[in-house]
């Protein structure tokens, strides 16, 4: 099989396109304590706790947006991976962004250490540049 894609120039995430099916390399981003993501970390598609337990707040819609050339409709998908020996990473809305009620903790989302299992797939839905919905997905 050949593999058709492109690279995004301002995260370097490859996505490949075969056999109708998209599949994303995401770029790792690593946190070791408690902070708040820029937009260029985030956009690489995977933020990895290393340490204990971390709360990590979001950029702002209006960063994202921006980093994202994102407008009404953009959805943008993130994977949160914990695999630090214990503790929990919390996940902390930032201005302009509401995490839907279906996700429990309100706008505090934990994914708890796991070899296995300590991994969080999450969708930003921009309804406009300032305002974005965070779903759990997986």
Request: proline share 1%; no cysteine; net charge neutral.
């Amino acid at each position: 099989t050949t593999a058709i894609g492109s690279v995004t120039p301002s995260t370097g995430v490859f996505t490949t396109l075969t056999s109708n099916k998209t599949i994303q390399n995401r770029v790792s981003q690593a946190y070791t304590a408690t902070d708040t993501m820029t937009a260029a970390n985030l956009i690489k598609g995977l933020i990895t706790i290393t340490s204990g337990t971390d709360t990590l707040t979001l950029p702002t819609a209006t960063e994202l947006a921006t980093a994202l050339s994102a407008g009404a409709g953009t959805t943008f998908d993130f994977v949160l991976e914990n695999i630090a020996t214990g503790g929990t990473a919390l996940l902390q809305v930032n201005t302009g962004i509401t995490a839907v009620s279906a996700i429990t903790g309100g706008t505090t989302l934990s994914l708890a250490q796991s070899a296995t299992a300590g991994i969080g797939v999450f969708r930003l839905t921009f309804i406009s540049t300032t305002v974005a919905i965070l779903s759990r997905l997986l």
